[in-house]
């Protein structure tokens, strides 16, 4: 995908969620208990186990550590490997080689492995913190829990011997009561709760956006092998009103299960491919703001989004998937932005909700654009589609009622590569 428009303006645009790409998969618990399961895959095995079970200890630690009852030492040290290297770039959560690890087949600029947006985004998750908290968010992603200890038995864990230590992690890491402060992950998606009323009176009048300098009644004309998409901001309440918000979106390999990114030799062959697209909210003031997105035909992803204009994270680790057919125009949702509600927890919530009301876009299509009103339909959304992880932050979203997408049933070859 081309991370072109995602660090718009500081040296581009940073897509977020949510870009990116053959051993055997198998399925694990995904998030906890409650959310589908997303295809995962098996450690490198050029790494040996002793290397593994040394390198995953750094997260166990007197006053830390991780926790999924029933899961044995092994499995951590495994989940806590390929997190390392997902989190460094270096593979997929699908456990292949990135696609912008060959530069024969994309080019690195395009692939945001180069110029200013691959060193920002590469020096900002190559060491340091944020690439510590990305490893965290996949091991918690995968279902395990980080338990903070009282300070009590940690001092009396600091005071065991090797031996005693070793014993005392290969038994905690899976049992099933433990003591301390926890922090899970068991949904993805925004709480009713933190939406609240998204039926009710808009915060401004409703509008229809196709692109700049384009007139909302101006006919919106296909390409042979190009749909459209739509969405809409959606602003209900005094909590959304006059925020703005952003939407990713990628192409998407589903059997490579990586992003498709723009060739090393799109120029000289005239490839038009959309290979990503930012959506902005053009009108805040608007309550409902419509817009119209023209895609190549495929399967794409929704990589990222934000409370604002500027996508610094990635949904790698599971995104919302769709595809899209040449004549199709397909209502993707509703997109609210939450900044500060009261979520279930009682703690204060922000980001970006979701809803489906496709009537209302359908009617305030129907006044500038009847022809796209008269053939708008549903999108089949799928969640669970994970990629390569190129951004500062690296997570999963779900699309709230959609249902698991199918793990494929063989894992594609990888591509002729140079080794990460």
Partial sequence: MRLLSLL?????????????????????????????????????????????AKDAARDLRDDRFYNKPGATRAQYDSDWQECRLIARGSRTPAGTIPYYYNPAVVSPVAAGVGGALGGLIGGMIAEGEQRRTNRRNCLLIRGWRQVEVPNETAQRVRAMSDSERSNYFNTIVGAQDVAGEITERTSFSMSPAALGKVDGPLSG?????????????????????????????????????????????????PEYQDLEYRPKDWKATGDKTTYGSQVVSNDRKAGLEVQVVKLTAGDYVLSGQALGKIILSTNCFGAPTFHVGAGEVLYLGDFIPVSGAIGADGKKVYGIGYTNMIEDSRRVLASSQPALASVLKAAEIRNGATYACSAVTMDRWDIA????????????????TSTP
Avoid at 23 to 47: E, L, R, S
Wanted: proline share 10%; glycine share 6%; no cysteine.
């Fill in 8 to 52: 718009a303006g500081a040296a581009a645009s940073i897509v977020f969620a949510q870009p990116a790409l053959a051993q055997a998969t198998m399925m694990v618990p995904v998030g906890g208990t409650a959310p589908a399961a997303v295809a995962q895959h098996p450690v490198d095995p050029k790494d040996s186990a002793e290397e593994i």
């Fill in 205 to 253: 009048p409703e509008s229809v956006f196709l692109g700049k300098k384009v007139a909302a009644t101006e006919p919106v004309k296909l390409e042979d092998n190009e749909g459209a998409v739509v969405l809409a901001f959606r602003r209900p309440n005094e909590l959304s009103a006059g925020r703005a918000a952003a939407i990713s979106i990628a192409r998407y390999d």
């Fill in 401 to 416: 009622g959609a249902p698991a997408l199918q793990a494929p049933t063989a894992a594609a070859d990888q591509p002729a």
